[in-house]
């Protein structure tokens, strides 16, 4: 009998790609490299340019209601739900990884409501807060105090702006100055509390705007801490503010479905925009003239302020989950960030509008870059084109999302380029309901979907020419599709191999909720560089009504000769690829089959529970159930070689691990993995029916599993919406298991020759290093017994003496550990007692107490317990050695025993 494989599988985290932003505010600094979002009740710190998150600060525990970053990127303002405001400072951290770490400087109650927008002036001194109350704030992020308190508005205050007014007085205030003229040297005095002079020119133009759900507008003179103008031409709630410092303007937004221009001398309506959508962001394009616009259609609008015309084409409205929330602009920046409902961000390139007169047209901003905030609950995922470069996510949506898995060399440009591990390359858009499952071909060229419109989709990848389009719809299954595989195999056409673009696979197989598998031969459409393209003819070549309830899976045979197809009625069938004819089917688990699939060609021998090594010719099916247990099948004949448990709940994808290339000499046994409902992925030996290792890193149940044959990588990803990539460390570990092991038996024979030789102070500390109390105690021993002892030591011999006074605080607490051990067992207390007493002798109380935080309680604690015992057995010594005594001299006197004889005395007269 072979014998088992004890050979440590090891896998590790080595990437993670994980939400960044699940809706609420989202903000930049000026130089648009720091993106701050909200993430439920965190916030996190990302860098554009590489991706990284750069800090990700805990919530209170509840959601964040507003978020604001200060230009410079030196503070970082978070308001929530439980009422409190916190301001960071930002700080380079001092690790090799470009990190952040933020400082809490002090946590606020602004308001007796929660904060609902939140504004930064230019200067990054001042914050103003909007509530539900209705009251402004003004604060010094710095001083963390309150300069302004402003009432005026009756509803939520939806929107505040800073801005600087280059308006000149009017005669009337003019005329009102005048009056006043006795009160110039008060007004010209600094207020402590803002740090504006009163009266001067230059720092008495400092406004602010702020809108609130009843739709009026106020300016706040924050000199004067009052309101100079009421603006009510919006009759629906105000969204957002910008001004033009140029152009001496300012525009507002609300949903009204209006955008309007006001002259910041008079406050007067100068332009009325009408968007005809709800208009949630609006501002300038640079110092330009030119306004963009974003709302309830998803679509990016520039508009002329002077005349109010679109400059922008017509553009189609965007779905469900396409509204514009935010867009986001720095002066410096040649991009609009917007963002949307389904928590995308999206950059636009703003450099068509240079020299772009107002009366001319131009086409939507180009969308130069795309940032998916999370990915929702993933539900499949695969690699994709032939160097795996690519991944693909079907991601609780109508689209597949495509994440590049390598870096890319960028120039530097204005934009960030965004070439990271994980960033977006691509999203397919043609489905009308969720995705359900995705299926690669062989090349990695072609991807197959099936979702809840009934409908299957063919997709042709070339990422080398940055072409991702759609290449075929097929339709014919009455309910949605819950399996879908291609063809694992080119065709016989020897041109297929060489150029798999230009060859789709032969077939495509579906599943449905309809309880049918239907079999589409995938035809050649023309050209896709002709406009005369045509979709191949989408029919099915045969229909079989496979199983009585919904189809979870579907998986091909390597050979292109046999498919299987896994239901929720609790057994799994195995039919023809050619006619569609059921082969066999296997029955046995207890609920329904989840996951199928084939084993890889020349898959050794497996044995089952209570045989030997059974045939693969015929081939092996690998199956997870709901019942929480993943089989083994024979296609012999259709009978279960093996029964896996482990998992606590469903488990929902199976696999097989790439088989090791037969010069590898790490002898690896053939390897699942399987992950479920319980957020864990375990790898399994296959013949032995053990767990080799489990892999956790996902919150909630894992829907999705795929394997890099070329790097052994797996990867996971659930509905966590997190998507860890698993090294395999197995050779690593091996190599640092052997080197270890190699270094610790030439230690231990070290420690035997120090020992040995009597070098007491490398014999001690080596003897700690290893952790090998026996040995220690054998040495301690030797020192204590030691007669006689040398004079003046504490333990027996000076040299210990002097090397127990010279620990460090690990080496002097682990020493005392040992002590305690020791002292609970009365024939080595002695020893412990001896070294205890050279320690508390030789080291001040101060050191001792110094130990305090790294388990010392639980030292002195146990060495104090047993020390009282070992007091209290030598006093009751001490007592019966009295009785003795007295016995002895009372003999005496009646002559019974002789005082210089004593008892050898007694001893003759018994």
């Given at each position: 009998m072979a014998s088992r494989n004890t050979m440590l599988t090891t896998f590790e985290p080595d990437r993670i790609i994980q939400p960044i932003y699940t809706g609420g505010d989202v903000a930049l600094d000026r130089e648009a490299r720091l993106l701050a979002t909200c993430l439920g009740e965190e916030a996190v710190l990302t860098d554009l340019e590489s991706g990284r998150t750069l800090a990700r600060l805990e919530g209170d525990g509840e959601v964040l209601t507003a978020l604001a970053i200060t230009p410079s990127a030196s503070h970082l303002i978070l308001c929530s739900r439980s009422l409190s405001m916190r301001i960071y400072s930002l700080q380079p951290s001092h690790h090799d990884l470009p990190t952040l770490a933020p400082t809490l400087l002090r946590t606020l109650k602004p308001h007796a409501t929660p904060v609902i927008t939140i504004a930064i002036d230019s200067?990054?001194?001042?914050?103003?807060?909007?509530?539900?109350?209705?009251?402004?704030?003004?604060?010094?992020?710095?001083?963390?105090?309150?300069?302004?308190?402003?009432?005026?508005?009756?509803?939520?205050?939806?929107?505040?702006?800073?801005?600087?007014?280059?308006?000149?007085?009017?005669?009337?205030?003019?005329?009102?100055?005048?009056?006043?003229?006795?009160?110039?040297?008060?007004?010209?005095?600094?207020?402590?509390?803002?740090?504006?002079?009163?009266?001067?020119?230059?720092?008495?133009?400092?406004?602010?705007?702020?809108?609130?759900?009843?739709?009026?507008?106020?300016?706040?003179?924050?000199?004067?801490?009052?309101?100079?103008?009421?603006?009510?031409?919006?009759?629906?709630?105000?969204?957002?503010?910008?001004?033009?410092?140029?152009?001496?303007?300012?525009?507002?937004?609300s949903r009204d479905k209006t955008a309007i221009v006001w002259d910041a001398h008079s406050w007067a309506v100068k332009?009325?925009?009408?968007?005809?959508?709800?208009?949630e962001s609006v501002g300038f394009v640079g110092n330009s003239a030119f306004v963009f616009t974003g709302g309830e259609f998803g679509k990016l609008r520039i508009w002329d302020s002077a005349t109010g015309r679109e400059i922008t084409e017509e553009q189609p409205n965007g779905g469900e989950g396409d509204e514009i929330q935010h867009v986001l602009h720095n002066a410096g920046t040649d991009f609009l960030l917007s963002v949307h409902a389904d928590q995308s961000l999206l950059f636009h390139s703003t450099s068509s509008l240079s020299g772009t007169s107002p009366s001319s047209k131009i086409e939507a901003l180009p969308l130069i870059r795309r940032i998916s905030g999370t990915h929702d609950e993933i539900i499949d995922l695969a690699f994709v084109t032939p160097e795996r470069s690519l991944?693909?996510?079907?991601?609780?949506?109508?689209?597949?999302?495509?994440?590049?898995?390598?870096?890319?060399?960028?120039?530097?440009?204005?934009?960030?380029?965004?070439?990271?591990?994980?960033?977006?390359?691509?999203?397919?858009?043609?489905?009308?309901?969720?995705?359900?499952?995705?299926?690669?071909?062989?090349?990695?060229?072609?991807?197959?979907?099936?979702?809840?419109?009934?409908?299957?989709?063919?997709?042709?990848?070339?990422?080398?020419?940055?072409?991702?389009?759609?290449?075929a719809t097929y339709?014919?299954?009455?309910?949605?599709?819950?399996?879908?595989?291609?063809?694992?195999?080119?065709?016989?056409?020897?041109?297929?191999?060489?150029?798999?673009?230009?060859?789709?696979?032969r077939f495509l197989l579906t599943g449905s909720q309809d309880k049918t598998v239907k079999r589409w031969n995938v035809g050649k459409a023309s050209k896709p560089d002709t406009k005369s393209e045509t979709q191949p003819l989408s029919r099915a070549i045969y229909t079989r009504k496979a199983h009585d309830k919904d189809i979870n899976a579907i998986s091909v045979s390597y050979d292109n000769t046999l498919f299987a197809s896994a239901s929720q009625d609790r057994t799994v069938k195995i039919w023809s690829v050619e006619d569609g004819e059921v082969q066999g089917i296997l029955r046995g688990h207890r609920r329904g089959v989840w996951s199928v699939m084939f084993a890889p060609k020349d898959t050794p021998a497996i044995s089952g529970d209570s045989t030997g090594p059974a045939s693969t010719r015929h081939g092996v099916v690998l199956t997870g159930s709901g019942d929480k247990t993943?089989?083994?099948?024979?296609?012999?004949?259709?009978?279960?070689?093996?029964?896996?448990?482990?998992?606590?709940?469903?488990?929902?994808?199976?696999?097989?691990?790439?088989?090791?290339?037969?010069?590898?000499?790490?002898?690896?046994?053939?390897?699942?993995?399987?992950?479920g409902g319980d957020g864990l992925v375990k790898i399994w030996d296959a013949n032995t029916g053990e767990p080799a290792c489990t892999l956790d890193n996902h919150t909630d149940?894992?829907?999705?599993?795929?394997?890099?044959?070329?790097?052994?990588?797996?990867?996971?990803?659930?509905?966590?919406?997190?998507?860890?990539?698993?090294?395999?460390?197995?050779?690593?570990?091996?190599?640092?298991?052997?080197?270890?092991?190699?270094a610790r038996v030439e230690q231990e024979q070290q420690l035997l020759n120090y020992m040995h030789a009597g070098s007491y102070r490398e014999a001690i500390v080596l003897a700690l290093t290893l952790h090998h109390p026996a040995r220690l105690l054998l040495l301690f021993q030797g020192v204590v017994d030691r007669s006689p002892p040398e004079e003046g030591s504490l333990s027996g011999v000076k040299a210990v003496d002097e090397v127990l006074m010279q620990l460090s605080d690990e080496q002097l607490l682990?020493?005392?550990?040992?002590?305690?051990?020791?002292?609970?067992?009365?024939?080595?207390?002695?020893?412990?007692?001896?070294?205890?007493?050279?320690?508390v002798r030789g080291y001040p109380a101060e050191r001792l107490v110094g130990l305090r935080g790294r388990g010392w309680k639980e030292v002195v604690d146990g060495l104090r317990a047993y020390t009282e015992r070992h007091y209290k057995r030598m006093v009751e010594l001490m007592d019966e050695s009295y009785l003795v005594d007295y016995t002895l001299r009372q003999m005496e006197e009646v002559g019974l025993v002789d005082g210089e004889n004593g008892l050898g005395e007694i001893a003759m007269v018994s």
């Open positions: 200067t990054g001194t001042l914050l103003g807060t909007g509530s539900a109350d209705g009251v402004i704030k003004v604060w010094d992020i710095r001083g963390g105090f309150v300069t302004h308190t402003l009432r005026g508005h009756n509803g939520v205050i939806s929107a505040l702006h800073f801005f600087e007014s280059t308006a000149t007085e009017t005669t009337g205030e003019k005329a009102s100055k005048q009056k006043k003229k006795h009160r110039k040297d008060v007004e010209a005095e600094v207020d402590t509390m803002t740090g504006i002079v009163h009266g001067d020119t230059a720092t008495a133009r400092f406004r602010l705007a702020s809108g609130s759900e009843d739709g009026k507008i106020r300016i706040w003179d924050l000199s004067k801490r009052k309101s100079i103008a009421t603006l009510d031409s919006h009759v629906s709630v105000v969204r957002s503010f910008d001004f033009s410092a140029s152009l001496d303007i300012l525009v507002s937004a332009r009325l925009i009408p968007v005809i959508e709800v208009v991944l693909a996510l079907a991601t609780n949506s109508e689209s597949i999302r495509l994440v590049t898995l390598a870096a890319q060399d960028a120039e530097p440009s204005p934009v960030p380029s965004g070439t990271y591990f994980g960033a977006d390359v691509a999203l397919l858009r043609g489905h009308e309901d969720i995705i359900i499952c995705l299926d690669v071909d062989w090349s990695g060229c072609w991807i197959a979907t099936g979702a809840k419109d009934n409908t299957a989709r063919l997709w042709r990848i070339d990422h080398a020419r940055g072409s991702y389009e759609h290449y339709t014919g299954h009455a309910e949605s599709l819950g399996a879908i595989a291609l063809a694992q195999q080119p065709s016989s056409s020897k041109s297929s191999i060489p150029d798999p673009l230009e060859n789709p696979p993943v089989k083994i099948w024979s296609l012999t004949d259709y009978s279960c070689l093996r029964t896996l448990e482990g998992h606590t709940n469903s488990v929902l994808k199976v696999l097989w691990m790439p088989l090791r290339p037969a010069e590898d000499t790490t002898r690896r046994p053939v390897q699942i993995a399987s992950a149940r894992i829907w999705a599993l795929a394997v890099d044959p070329s790097t052994n990588t797996l990867v996971s990803g659930g509905g966590d919406s997190v998507v860890t990539f698993w090294k395999d460390t197995t050779a690593h570990t091996m190599a640092a298991t052997a080197a270890a092991s190699t682990e020493l005392l550990r040992r002590l305690r051990d020791w002292n609970t067992n009365a024939r080595t207390a002695v020893v412990a007692q001896r070294i205890l007493n050279v320690i």
